[in-house]
């Protein structure tokens, strides 16, 4: 299936339908009165989110989604029947915004949430509800309202707790091959990946996270070279960002550290809240220097690199330091959440506090001596 992960869409909700004027004709009741009933509601357009789904293919060659009208109302004091919603199942991940607004509608970020993109119109009211002790005989009715209409701009931001970043041929694709369930395409040249991947990392039988892999970056990718940098937005969602760096190139003329600060480059150009994103530094491809060798290459780069953080030394290929990696990576993502957690419920407490606590000095709370 191809990987789209935009789309524009026009949702149009459905009119409510007429309310009618009528009045009672059956024998043996010549002022039966006024009988007319109302006009059905218009169907609504709803948005669901599917976690079956992991494209927005459908949206791109589908894109008017259109739902029926009420039923006008008839006499007898029938009522018009209501059209069916529309349900419009979207990728988990997937951000709603009004084209015409810049509104963000809604953001799908859990299985099975349903939010209401276009409302119906409701029906219009028969003359029944125009009957009072002086008017018997009323002739009044309504038409039904016009439903709501949108036009939308559907973007799918993949939801994963890691991100991988490098260069093409960093050995993305490989390392995410060796620690999930996930199975890219691996090839000896450039640009093989051409959509995000997911996959699944098992820890144990109960404890596992989602890294997501993008197309490679290359310098001066945020003005259109190789891919361009349209799949960072992917890895916006993400708690933490793996850097993986090709330490032993084909090419002996590349410089690793050149093309390291150049993605970081890349990476600020195109927001900076994901350039501050925690980063990691995986040196991959290790398995084809001898032990001198790497280990006077890894502390050159991270002192020409002039990095500080984490690092960590992997072959994808032959996953040596892989498991490690995913562990320390579990750990991490842990209590991060743990400490999250933590600062939710501080916040829920004071919210709780502030609600009960009376301010001494509240003119309110003053007794009044006479």
């Known amino acids: 299936m191809k990987f789209i992960d935009e789309a524009r869409i026009e949702v149009v909700a459905g009119d409510g339908g007429n309310g009618v004027a009528s009045f009672c004709r059956e024998k043996f009741r010549p002022f039966g009165g006024p009988d007319g009933g109302d006009g059905g509601r218009g169907g609504s357009i709803y948005a669901i989110a599917d976690r079956n789904i992991n494209t927005l293919v459908d949206y791109r060659y589908s894109k008017l989604h259109r739902a029926g009208r009420g039923e006008n109302g008839r006499g007898s004091d029938c009522y018009g029947r209501g059209a ?40 219009g009211w028969g003359n029944i509800h125009f009957k009072t002790s002086t008017n018997r005989a009323p002739r009044q009715k309504t038409e039904g309202k016009e439903g709501e209409r949108r036009e939308l701009q559907l973007e799918l931001k993949v939801l994963a707790d890691v991100g991988l970043l490098g260069m093409p041929n960093a050995g993305k694709s490989t390392f995410i091959t060796a620690v999930s369930n996930a199975r890219p395409k691996i ?24 890294i997501a892999d993008i197309p490679g970056l290359i310098e001066g990718a945020a003005d259109g070279a190789g891919l361009g940098i349209q799949f960072l937005k992917h890895l916006q969602r ?11 190139p084909f090419d002996a003329d590349v410089d690793p550290v050149k093309e390291a600060k150049a993605l970081v480059k890349e990476l600020r150009k195109y927001d900076d809240s994901l350039h501050d994103k925690p980063r990691w530094l995986v040196l991959n491809k290790l398995d084809v220097l001898s032990a001198d060798d790497r280990k006077k290459r890894v502390k050159d780069f991270v002192k020409r690199f002039g990095w500080k953080g984490p690092v960590f030394e992997i072959s994808a290929l032959s996953r040596e330091g892989c498991e490690e990696l995913v562990q320390a990576i579990y750990l991490y993502l842990q209590e991060t959440r743990a400490v999250a957690h933590r600062a939710q419920e ?25």
């Open 84 to 123: 069916d919603d529309v349900y419009l199942r979207m990728p988990v991940g997937t951000l709603i915004t009004d084209r015409n607004t810049d509104e963000v509608i809604a953001d799908l970020t859990e299985h099975g949430q349903e939010v209401l993109l276009a409302r119906g119109g409701e029906g």
């Open 187 to 210: 090839a000896d040249y450039p640009f093989t990946t051409l959509h995000p991947n997911l996959g699944m990392v098992r820890v144990s039988h109960e404890k596992s996270f989602v």
């Open 238 to 248: 993400t708690g933490l960002l793996l850097h993986i760096v090709d330490l032993a």
């Open 346 to 370: 501080t916040k829920m407490r004071e919210e709780a506090q502030g609600i009960l606590s009376i301010d001494p000095d509240d003119p309110r709370f003053k007794v009044i001596n006479d």
